[in-house]
């Protein structure tokens, strides 16, 4: 039997098999957080409109923004504020639960998309602003909280929704500041 015919057509798609898992893992690492393992804003923003397509009148979109958080990696280090970012991205993930999912939009921003959530929306806040332990330390957590339900948009969008959420988010941030800092 002659191999030559089976190895020349076999050893180029072998290749670009190869080549085709390899940057399938690239990509879905791209679209990972390194540091929380959620999903960056690409990954989030895909999966979030397939969810709000699929289910438009039972989702409601949060943004969360730790409060002070500066002050944590100033005062204890950048360890202790990796070890905030990493709690909350646990607690913000446990809340989804199965039928949501989590982002961490960048910073110590984070994104959520939850399926019939309104009644659970306090117990995220209390899980949230749960003190973190590092290195024996005992560190507050702030954080607020925007929602956007979509069933109250003209139009289910997550773009709309998220800047519905950002204007939710800024007026209950301590000290009433309703603007971003820059």
């Known amino acids: 039997m002659d191999l030559a015919p089976i190895l020349a057509a076999g050893v180029p798609l072998l290749g670009w098999t190869t080549h085709g898992t390899w940057l ?38 949060l943004l969360v923004d730790l409060d002070d958080f500066k002050k944590v990696n100033d005062t204890h280090g950048h360890a202790a504020g990796d070890a905030v970012l990493t709690a909350t991205a646990e607690r913000l ?8 999912l989590a982002a961490r939009l960048g910073g110590d921003e984070f994104a959520a998309v939850a399926l019939d959530s309104a009644d659970r ?16 330390l005992e560190l507050p ?16 969008s997550l773009t709309d929704a998220l800047a519905a959420a950002d204007r939710d988010m800024y007026a209950h941030k301590p000290g009433g500041r309703t603007s971003r800092r820059r």
């Not at 929306?121 to 024996?136: C, D, M, N, Q």
């Not at 957590?141 to 289910?156: D, E, I, K």
Request: one cysteine or more; proline letters at 6%; glycine letters at 8%.
């Open 93 to 100: 993930t446990a809340w989804c639960g199965p039928n949501g």
């Open 121 to 136: 929306l306090e117990a995220l806040s209390a899980a949230l602003t749960r003190r973190t332990f590092v290195a024996g």
């Open 24 to 61: 399938a893992r690239r990509l879905a690492t791209a679209r990972r957080d390194p540091l929380t393992g959620l999903l960056t804003r690409d990954g989030f923003t895909t999966r979030a409109e397939r969810l709000i397509r699929s289910h438009p009148d039972r989702t409601t979109v």
């Open 141 to 156: 957590v702030g954080a607020s909280v925007g929602v956007c339900h979509l069933a109250s948009l003209p139009v289910p």
